[in-house]
């Protein structure tokens, strides 16, 4: 179950999708581009939750829109509507019946009540470790500033910065990911939907998501 290399380098993520949190659970290093520009429609900004009505897009507003150029450590959150508000809402709305939300919501509720941040990184990367700790999983990360292009990484290092996309069309291939079926609230409705945000694994096998992240390493 080893990776091809001991080093992967990630984008920063809102509520990363399962792809993404089976990197951090097996590469030794983990390295994340704090360097490179904001992408728009990406899993920078926003994450994907089942509803009652199938996949829905949370998405945090940046301040210059979607056309901002920056590079993603300088990218601001927007507060022009309450965002906050509305993803913790469909939080509840869509797993408020899934077996272990209450027993992980008062870990994550901080972060939609109260308290802003002002750049999406920052905020990205506190929410991640939450779910990290309450994983159990233990990540050696890195912040990398200077922007790697790809045809510049390392031997040693995996690149999945534009492998793990929310559209199907802009995704790569990726042969270490072969997503695992759990129990989803509203499977009987959709069937499974594979590749949610980690908190519908969260969510629906609260303990048992990391043996879960673990199968879905091939």
Request: hydrophobic share 35%; with cysteine.
């Amino acid at each position: 179950m080893e990776p091809s290399g001991n080093k992967v380098i990630l984008s920063t993520v809102y509520l990363a999708p399962v792809q993404y949190f089976t990197k951090l659970l097996h590469y030794h290093e983990v390295w994340m581009d704090s360097g490179e520009h904001f992408l728009k429609q990406t899993y920078r900004n926003r994450c994907t939750i089942l509803t009652a009505n199938g996949p829905q897009n949370l998405t945090v507003p940046v301040a210059e829109g979607s056309n901002s150029k920056k590079v993603i450590r300088d990218v601001m959150i927007s507060y022009d509507h309450p965002w906050q508000k509305l993803h913790w809402k469909a939080l509840i709305s869509a797993y408020n019946n899934a077996p272990f939300f209450e027993y992980y919501s008062d870990s994550l509720a901080p972060f939609y009540q109260g308290k802003q941040w002002k750049f999406l990184a920052d905020f990205n990367l506190e929410i991640q470790d939450v779910i990290l700790s309450e994983l159990s999983i233990k990540c050696n990360l890195n912040l990398k500033e200077q922007y790697i292009p790809e045809k510049d990484i390392p031997s040693e290092m995996d690149d999945f910065r534009t492998i793990i996309h929310p559209k199907v069309q802009r995704q790569r291939e990726d042969t270490h990911f072969s997503p695992q079926v759990y129990m989803q609230v509203f499977q009987e409705k959709f069937g499974f939907t594979p590749n949610l945000s980690i908190v519908d694994l969260l969510f629906n096998e609260g303990p048992m998501a990391r043996d879960v992240l673990i199968s879905s390493y091939v």
